[in-house]
């Protein structure tokens, strides 16, 4: 048999198990999370095994050990993925949550409802923890999911969604509601991006390169996540000791993420004392800053504890670094740095930081990001932090999902006419 037949296969099951999820109640889809919760604690050693296997090949072909370390499992992080699933259970069900509901003069009921995607194709990297969140999440709001990891991780999905499929399917959910996409090359991925038909939509969670070429190839509705070259931009009169703390936080709290900044734009009127402070405290921090013209001028003398300021160049204001690395530019006006931002932005996050109600106004109407944050930090743009509970990733385009994606937007709609005879 093929590797697209497999897939195809695979995808056909899902099918199948996606018109008998749709109509669960809450009630049976909390249960089955709650099995694969307990079930991943269970087998924490089967898990951890797989994985063990994982981190050795891994090693013996030369990932870095910023990828060992996701990849990597132990016990506090299986935990983890378990009370994610628990954590899950908890979020009200998007399923037939009424969107809008009206009665036409002619009497007819018209009502617009949530329901499931479908079948939800997951296509990501490196990180275990994806299988048992993706998994959870699709389930909740009704839907099959093919979940489809990184080759370096192979042995430890597997072992995962070996447990997940078995505790559901005993917990009284369809067969084959969760399932593995046969294969570990780019061929099973470009056998799912063409099930069209057989799959309702695929979401890539990665690097760049991952999403561009889903997007690129995909026959099959994608919904695009994540690449994020987010800004901060300081304007006049705004708060300086705050926005060092917004700055420094939105670079260095977590620099491998998508909602990480990686440019700074500082307006002229306050670049003079505002350039010096920050880079000093992001070279202190570690953080490698690349200028133009008036940052290098003003940043100054090279402390010895920290990296040089380097000339930056358009790769720099087009980089999503994921790295302690900060591209930096003084910008005259406000409307410089729009331009600026609507010309190099992803379309992740942008944020400001200004005492000015007006120019907050004027900055929030002209973006075009997913997310706009005013005198707060990047790194907010999350599911969690936002209050969904969880997310599946962070959308940056512009059609149905936008911004995190939490269980609402893992479904669609449907409207119920209900009439009493009528005709047309």
């Not at 008998?20 to 089955?32: E, M, T, V």
């Not at 016990?75 to 699933?85: D, F, K, N, T």
């Not at 202190?284 to 300021?309: I, Q």
């Amino acid at each position: 048999m093929t590797t697209e037949q497999d897939v195809r296969d695979a995808a056909r099951r899902a099918k199948d198990a996606a018109a008998d999820l749709a109509p669960l109640a809450r009630a049976a889809k909390d249960a089955a999370l709650h099995a694969m919760a307990d079930a991943l604690i269970a087998q924490t050693a089967t898990v951890l095994a797989a994985n063990t296997k994982d981190l050795t090949n891994g090693r013996a072909a030369g990932l870095t050990d910023g990828l060992l370390d996701r990849l990597a499992l132990d016990e506090g992080r299986v935990a983890a993925m378990a009370q994610g699933l628990r954590d899950v259970a908890g979020l009200p069900d998007p399923v037939g949550e009424v969107v809008r509901g009206y009665t036409l003069p002619n009497g007819l009921e018209v009502r617009q409802v949530r329901v499931p995607l479908g079948v939800v194709a997951i296509v990501y990297e490196a990180r275990p923890n994806v299988t048992v969140d993706a998994a959870g999440l699709c389930l909740k709001s009704g839907n099959a999911v093919l979940l489809r990891g990184s080759a370096s991780a192979y042995e430890s999905n597997t072992a995962l969604v070996a447990v997940l499929a078995e505790a559901a399917e005993k917990a009284g959910l369809p067969e084959a509601s969760v399932q593995l996409v046969p294969g570990t090359d780019r061929e099973s991925v470009t056998h799912l991006m063409r099930a069209r038909g057989l799959v309702d939509v695929i979401i890539p969670r990665g690097g760049a390169g991952l999403i561009s070429h889903v997007v690129e190839n995909s026959i099959v509705p994608v919904i695009e996540t994540g690449v994020g070259n987010c800004h901060v931009y300081v304007d006049a009169g705004a708060d300086l000791d705050m926005a060092e703390r917004i700055v420094l936080n939105a670079k260095t709290h977590r620099p491998s993420v998508c909602n990480a900044a990686e440019s700074l734009l500082v307006h002229r009127a306050v670049a003079e004392e505002f350039v010096p402070r920050v880079v000093t405290a992001l070279r202190h921090a570690g953080v490698t800053v690349h200028g133009d013209d008036d940052v290098l001028r003003l940043a100054g003398g090279e402390p010895m504890d920290g990296p040089p300021v380097l000339p930056a160049t358009d790769e720099d204001w087009a980089a999503e670094y994921l790295s302690l690395d900060l591209a930096v530019a003084v910008v005259d006006t406000l409307d410089d740095a729009v331009a600026h931002i609507r010309r190099w932005s992803s379309g992740h996050t942008e944020a400001i930081v200004s005492a000015s109600q007006p120019a907050i106004r004027r900055f929030v109407s002209r973006m075009d990001s997913a997310a706009v944050m005013i005198n707060a930090s990047t790194r907010f743009t999350d599911g969690g932090e936002f209050g969904f509970g969880a997310e599946i990733g962070i959308s940056t385009q512009k059609l149905h999902a936008r911004g995190p994606m939490g269980l609402p937007e893992l479904t669609s709609t449907s409207y119920l006419v209900t009439g009493d005879g009528h005709t047309r």
